[in-house]
């Protein structure tokens, strides 16, 4: 598929290159396979910058396998408050108890094994391998699909199954027997560094010479990019229920959106009505909490953009005039010990700053 001597002259330069500018990153100075892997499940659709204070405090709240197995799951979700993505905390968590039990606490070492555990996909399976135990295993995430699909003029969009095969099929053919450790980091490097989604950097790329995308003069027009739907916008109400210094939470279920993050009752408006919505608010909680309150002042409108939809939250301070068949009161003072979601937080540093 790649002539023998191009490719051995991608391996080399991209190798000579990663001597001279990796990046120094945290995770990159230990041989822990437990921190390389909450380093690359951090890494997951967010930037280093981001990951590194939450993966150093990640480690000093959990510093072994065994001590994230056993922590409590909510423990985990404020330890990775703020980082969003929160499916990966609770992957990471339960994944971490079945290697406990079932792999003897022991991170596998097989790429079968390793898909086996929630949160793993190839990529993840292979950055582990590679940089774990030099297996050489490739890697697929965003920053090596940009970087091969420029390298190789791939027209077809990567989210296309066969244009991901081929993508696959290019990134494992093109590992140096023996180097697949920083081969792979370095295609991530420079994916990250010099071959940036909008504005890459060609004239300092190792790899200018042997791409295809600078060759044709618009490397940016790779990878292709499938149009994206406009993401819906929902409206919804929330109150913050309070009784003698304490505020009334609801803990999501454990799975889908937000997994088991605290929060103030709240509830979708439909359509854009926002007509009587203090009367429509107490006649919610009354059906749905089966408690009674009296609607007080806005606290103001939130917002939140997420990666499927934008939210709209109006906020109003309500107080509880009986007693409730659901949620937990929590005291003000002590909000900051539960995991919220980034709005949420927002309306609870609100409350405990105005309040
Ligand atoms: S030459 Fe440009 S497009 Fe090609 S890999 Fe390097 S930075 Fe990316």
Known sequence: MIAITS????????????KKSKRDLPWRKTRDPYAIWVSEIMLQQTQVVTVIPYYQKFLKSFPTLHHLAKANLSTVLKVWEGLGYYSRARNLHRASQIVLIRFHGKIPDTLKDLLTLPGIGRSTAGAILSFVFHKEAPILDGNAKRVLSRLFAVSESPDKRKTEQLLWKISESLIPKGFSNPFNQ???????????????????CPLKKHCQGYLSGKPERYPLRTVKKAIPHITAVSAVI????????CQRPPKGLLGGLWEFPNWRIKGKRRARLRLRLRNTIK?????????????????QTYSHFKLTLHVY?????????????????????????????RIANALSGGR
Not at 186 to 204: N, V
Not at 287 to 303: L, W, Y
Not at 334 to 342: D, I, T
Request: charged share 25%; aromatic share 6%; net charge positive.
């Open 7 to 18: 490719k051995e002259k991608i391996q080399s330069k991209l190798l000579q290159w990663f």
């Open 186 to 204: 370095a295609l991530m490097d420079l994916g990250s560094m010099i071959c940036t989604p909008k504005d890459p950097q060609c004239h300092q």
């Open 242 to 249: 309070g009784k003698g210094g304490k505020v009334l939470l």
């Open 287 to 303: 059906k749905e909490m089966e408690m009674n309150v009296e609607v007080k002042e806005s606290m103001g409108t939130f917002q």
């Open 317 to 345: 301070y309500c107080v509880a005039m009986g007693k409730n068949k659901k949620g937990r009161w929590v005291a003000v003072g002590n909000l900051h010990l539960l995991p919220m979601s980034r709005i949420h937080r």
